[in-house]
């Protein structure tokens, strides 16, 4: 069956553009979460929805970073006013049960602020 | 706070086996999860320990032991696929959704 998609694969923006960071979860998953990872580092919790709740959001790095999942499905990572230091890959990963068990991963989307 | 260490590159040679610890500090633990990732891919699930002691899954096992918060990942007969990051990550926080993970072990093998 078809697994997480993310779209944009990759994105270049200037700085001060905004980005919107689509995620297709596996149909009928639960949970969905969003990690960023820097290159040779792990992946760092941003924010997790269980359906269209947004539970936890403690690692959205600031208030120009914003989620919504406002069907329970489809989920947008949403960056303003992109810097330098936001180039990263965004992961989104998706579980059919709620939280902490087993998580599927996208391929993620590169960003690339210039 | 919370925290993951686990060593940042290993080396094996093909057919080989290699254990990749880790050491954990979380509050509340809810098991232990290890992920590979080969390069520019997304990590993919390889197991999750909640009780102490070892599970087997083909080739790969994975132990734990919880009064220690320590976990390795053994990997028998080493094939030249299995070169890539291997993630340890913790659940943490108050709605166990958020997952710390360790900054990977790059392990590289050799033929």
């Known amino acids: 069956g078809a697994g997480v998609s993310q779209s944009p694969r990759y994105k270049v923006a200037k700085r001060g553009q905004d980005v919107a960071l689509r995620c297709d979860p596996i149909s009928g998953h639960v949970s969905l979460f969003w990690y960023q990872q820097a290159l040779g580092q792990g992946p760092e919790f941003l924010t997790y929805?269980?359906?269209?709740?947004?539970?936890?959001k403690s690692g959205l790095p600031s208030d120009r970073f914003f989620a919504e999942r406002p069907e329970g499905s489809v989920s947008t990572l949403k960056i303003q006013r992109t810097q330098q230091e936001d180039s990263a890959v965004y992961l989104c990963?998706?579980?059919?049960?709620?939280?902490?068990?087993?998580?599927?991963f996208g391929p993620g989307t590169r960003l690339t602020v210039t | 706070g919370q925290n993951i260490d686990q060593p940042t590159e290993m080396t094996a040679t093909e057919g080989a086996i290699v254990q990749i610890n880790c050491t954990y500090q979380?509050?509340?633990?809810?098991?232990l999860f290890w992920y590979q990732q080969h390069a520019g891919e997304a990590p993919t699930f390889l197991s999750y320990n909640v009780l102490d002691g070892l599970e087997e899954k083909g080739r790969f096992s994975s132990f734990l032991s919880r009064s220690k918060g320590y976990s390795y990942l053994l990997l028998k007969e080493l094939q030249m696929k299995d070169s890539a990051s291997y993630l340890c990550a913790a659940p943490y926080g108050g709605s166990q959704g958020n997952l710390i993970f360790g900054k990977g072990t790059k392990l590289s093998v050799k033929p």
């Open positions: 979380t509050s509340g633990f809810n098991g």
């Open positions: 990963a998706s579980s059919p049960h709620r939280a902490p068990y087993e998580q599927y």
């Open positions: 929805f269980q359906n269209e709740a947004q539970l936890d």
